[in-house]
């Protein structure tokens, strides 16, 4: 059952990585980081390393993502 | 014989299926309704209710341990921070001159 | 033509890496070098060597103080480094709406000037607030006893300045970074860790060394808080600080 979270949420790694890499619409890629964030601080925690998971969870799926609103808004959202 | 316990396991068992049947609906609507705030409006119910409901079952589960006021807390700052986002959410989409969806009339 | 031989290239990158990770030892193989050597170390005496009933806070300031200390250095000087490019970039933008003749709008105008923020997202994000800074301080104090520590209780108070700022508006959280103590404030991590290596180099002869002598335990744990308290000021004023920036221009 734990394999089956894990892989899982390694499987939903990769594809969000995938989309942020590929998409063209910036403030969509942003929205999707933000999601692979909460997706990596579950299995920061799941595996056992709380510290990592309150990180991830505050810089990666929180003020990061709104660093790159902020920087999206002054600029343009679309990758040329 | 029904014991505690049993009606106790009925409990959580409800409030869980209630909660995950709320994220499936939920889901269901963000994906399938038409307009931006009307999918809002579904996400939001997931957030609120959805995790809600979870969250009570978990409670239950918990039993009077210290721990259950974490869980309580927590099921407080759900109830207060989704409805807001999605209210700031669908504030921001009407400020910027987004018109909701209406039926083809005849 | 230039598509195969990328993918080839990026085929024969991989084969050395690849066979690195054969030659690692088997995930959670209890005779691993790094179970047997540092681990079981740290595991065993860390408590009472490094002070920290987290172990984890005990090897990232205590054992392996030296690369936290670097870390915080790298931060600082990645922020030096965003801070310039946006001063330039906003110095550059005001001069140019100088020369048109126009008058710059303050912020407040520029966004919605009849479009307040929603009364509902202010009550809550002000009723949230307390509590969040309660939490931080938590995190920070407490980060080695429990999870958390500096970085995350800092990042935790640099997402509620942002929230703050966002719902509040810059007028109202600026004055909480006074401009004789930002700089102080963003070079808090730098800064803590050069005070705390100098006070073990005074007690122990060594640069951030910890005295492990059961008498001065009082001295060390100081340090360590001392430390958690530098790195979450440090991290709080580098994101907060960025996203002001951002703002501004």
């Known amino acids: 059952m734990s394999l089956t979270f894990d892989i899982f949420l390694l499987l939903y790694l990769i594809a969000a990585a995938l989309v942020v890499a590929r998409a063209k619409d910036l403030l969509a890629a942003s929205i999707v980081f933000s999601s692979y964030g909460l997706a990596l601080c579950l299995l920061w925690q799941y595996r056992g390393a709380p510290d990592v998971a309150m990180t991830e969870a505050a810089v990666g799926a929180g003020i990061t993502t709104v660093l790159f609103l902020v920087a999206i808004g002054r600029t343009t959202r679309r990758e040329k | ?106 | 033509m230039r598509r195969p031989i990328a993918i080839s290239l990026a085929f024969l990158a991989a084969v050395p890496l690849l066979a690195g990770v054969a030659g690692l030892p088997v995930h959670g193989d209890p005779s691993a070098p790094v179970h047997t050597h540092v681990s079981a170390r740290y595991i065993e005496h860390g408590v009472e060597e490094a002070g920290a009933s987290n172990l984890v806070t005990g090897v990232l300031l205590n054992y392996r103080g030296l690369d936290a200390a670097g870390e915080v250095t790298v931060i600082f000087t990645a922020l030096i480094a965003v801070l310039a490019v946006l001063t330039v970039a906003s110095t550059r933008d005001a001069d140019a709406s100088n020369h048109d003749g126009r008058v710059r709008r303050s912020d407040a105008d520029r966004r919605h000037p009849d479009h307040p923020v929603s009364p509902i997202v202010h009550f809550v994000v002000r009723l949230i607030a307390p509590f969040t800074a309660l939490y931080a301080a938590y995190v920070i104090l407490h980060g080695h006893v429990t999870p958390g520590g500096g970085f995350q209780g800092g990042a935790i108070l640099g997402g509620l300045f942002i929230a703050l700022t966002m719902v509040l508006g810059k007028e109202r959280t600026r004055p909480l970074v006074r401009p004789v103590l930002a700089p102080w404030m963003q070079g808090a991590a730098v800064l803590t860790f050069a005070a705390v290596g100098a006070v073990g180099a005074l007690l122990t002869g060594v640069y951030l060394g910890f005295p492990v002598d059961p008498s001065l335990r009082i001295v060390r744990d100081l340090m360590l808080i001392a430390l958690e308290v530098g790195i979450a000021l440090g991290g709080a004023a580098v994101l907060a600080m960025i996203f002001l920036q951002m703002e501004a221009s």
């Open chain 2, 1 to 106: 014989m029904i014991g505690v316990g049993d009606i106790r396991f009925a409990t959580i068992v409800v409030l869980a299926a209630a909660g995950a049947a709320f994220f499936l609906l939920g889901t269901v609507g963000l994906l399938r309704l038409p307009d931006f705030f009307s999918r809002v409006h579904a996400a939001t119910k997931c957030d609120t209710v959805g995790a809600g409901l979870l969250l009570t079952a978990l409670i239950v589960l918990n039993g009077a341990e210290p721990s259950t006021a974490k869980i309580i807390v927590l099921a407080g700052l759900v109830l207060l921070s989704s409805p807001t986002t999605g209210h700031a959410l669908a504030r921001a989409a009407h400020r910027t001159g987004l018109v909701p969806w209406h039926a083809e009339e005849e």
